[in-house]
């Protein structure tokens, strides 16, 4: 799928210059525990999360020019301040980025399922996945995964437990029961179609051994490649867009 650039002229779109001039923990006036949402969509999770966490400061990012632009002018409509958006890629981002130990939570919702069994590899949560996000975590840092997949649920629930450094908060594996954890709209969608949402909630172990806090190099995964075609081919244009 090919995106249409529309050039994003928000106040709570952060480009790459900033976050390198800057550094992602200063792109809030106030330092805060940061969260990071992987695959914001047009942000109606987010908008939530920051709505009940205040004291918190999130950073939601997509890989489509076209979400972040919707996530933007949701932000901006609801008047939090404590939100930044980024079209940026998960792997790219973290690798690049987020400092060792600094994620006070990563979400991510209704991740791409890959429903064909010779796509699977390119399912963006995998072993590698978790264990560069364990080394960006924080000591106690949150990681909350909901996927509607039942497959893409029962392939995290079996690796999750083999990662060393993940503490699960749940009594079982995963849960339907979402509790007070904010609705997506793709979560809506097949919550509405009489679907389950398998959710996890796990935390990072307070300590870990240093040989555990060393990330495993950057992959080039299908998300990654297609995005540099992406851009390539593409020009963000200055469109009104209303
Ligand atoms: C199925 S949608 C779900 C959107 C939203 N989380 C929701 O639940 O409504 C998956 C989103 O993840 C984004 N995405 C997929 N792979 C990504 C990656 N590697 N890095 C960042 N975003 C990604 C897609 O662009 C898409 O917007």
């Known amino acids: 799928m090919t995106q249409r650039m529309i050039y994003i002229d928000s106040p709570v779109f952060v480009r790459e210059p900033e976050l390198k001039a800057k550094g992602i923990e200063n792109i809030f006036p106030d330092?805060?525990?940061?969260?990071?949402?992987?695959?914001?969509?047009?942000?109606?999770?987010?908008?939530?999360?920051?709505?009940?966490?205040?004291?918190?400061?999130?950073?939601?990012?997509?890989?489509?020019?076209k979400g972040c632009?919707?996530?933007?002018?949701?932000?901006?409509?609801?008047?939090?301040t404590n939100i930044r958006v980024m079209r940026a890629e998960a792997r790219w981002l973290l690798n690049h980025f987020v400092p060792p130990q600094s994620l006070a939570a990563v979400y991510i919702n209704c991740p791409d399922p890959w429903p064909k069994k010779r796509h699977r590899s390119r399912r963006l949560?995998?072993?590698?996945?978790?264990?560069?996000?364990?080394?960006?975590?924080?000591?106690?840092?949150h990681f909350w995964f909901a996927t509607d997949f039942a497959d893409y649920a029962e392939m995290v629930a079996d690796i999750l437990p083999t990662v060393e450094g993940y503490i699960r908060q749940t009594e079982t594996p995963y849960t339907t029961d979402l509790g007070d954890?904010?609705?997506?709209?793709?979560?809506?969608?097949?919550?509405?179609?009489?679907?389950?949402?398998?959710?996890?909630?796990?935390?990072?172990?307070?300590?870990l051994p240093a040989e555990l806090l060393k990330p495993p190099g950057l992959e080039p995964g299908f998300r990654l490649r297609w995005l540099a075609r992406e851009n390539r081919r593409n020009r963000p244009r200055r469109i009104k867009e209303g």
């Open 31 to 65: 330092r805060r525990p940061l969260a990071l949402e992987i695959g914001c969509g047009v942000g109606d999770f987010l908008v939530q999360e920051a709505a009940r966490r205040p004291e918190w400061n999130f950073v939601a990012i997509d890989i489509f020019n």
């Open 69 to 80: 632009l919707k996530t933007c002018n949701r932000v901006e409509a609801t008047g939090l």
């Open 125 to 141: 949560v995998n072993r590698t996945f978790l264990e560069l996000l364990r080394c960006h975590l924080a000591p106690g840092g």
């Open 181 to 207: 954890y904010p609705v997506s709209k793709y979560m809506r969608r097949f919550l509405e179609q009489g679907q389950p949402i398998h959710l996890f909630h796990y935390r990072r172990a307070e300590d």
